[in-house]
């Protein structure tokens, strides 16, 4: 995304992330939320319950931090289940 400071590199005068590095850290723990539910936003099995956030919240974060499901992600998915 932009640019900003790594997020191990907190301010050492504060100690304190910037706005830049809480909104990367909040990408990174939503994909990786996703990832581990198969890119599902809903549902018992969903990111949504994994995070603690309604279904809506976790699209609209989607959408507001870039975020979309890679091409070929449910393809993938039937696929494993079908070699399972």
């Not at 995304?1 to 990174?28: F, H, N, P, V, W």
Request: aromatic share 2%; glycine share 8%; net charge positive.
């Amino acid at each position: 995304m932009g640019t900003c400071e790594r997020l191990d590199q907190i301010s050492k005068e504060t100690g304190l992330y910037t706005a830049c590095q809480l909104r990367e850290l909040e990408r990174a723990n939503l994909i990786r939320a996703l990832e581990q539910t198969q890119w599902r936003v809903s549902g018992s099995a969903g990111a949504a319950r994994l995070l603690g956030s309604p279904p809506s919240t976790v699209a609209s974060r989607m959408k507001a931090l870039g975020i979309e499901r890679p091409r070929g992600s449910l393809r993938n998915t039937a696929q494993t289940e079908l070699a399972v």
